[in-house]
């Protein structure tokens, strides 16, 4: 089975906000959970 690999990529319109560190901080802890790895 191929490791797990989630990645959040800023949107480039402006400041990040709440619901893309919600989104980021999901990915995060998924990643971990799956002892894959996270990529910003």
């Known amino acids: 089975m191929t490791q797990v690999r989630t990645r ?3 949107s480039p319109t402006g400041y990040l ?3 893309g560190l919600r ?3 999901y990915a995060y802890l998924f990643a971990k959970h799956s002892k ?3 990529i910003l």
């Open 8 to 10: 959040f990529a800023p």
């Open 17 to 19: 906000h709440v619901g």
């Open 23 to 25: 989104t980021a901080l």
């Open 36 to 38: 894959g790895t996270f």
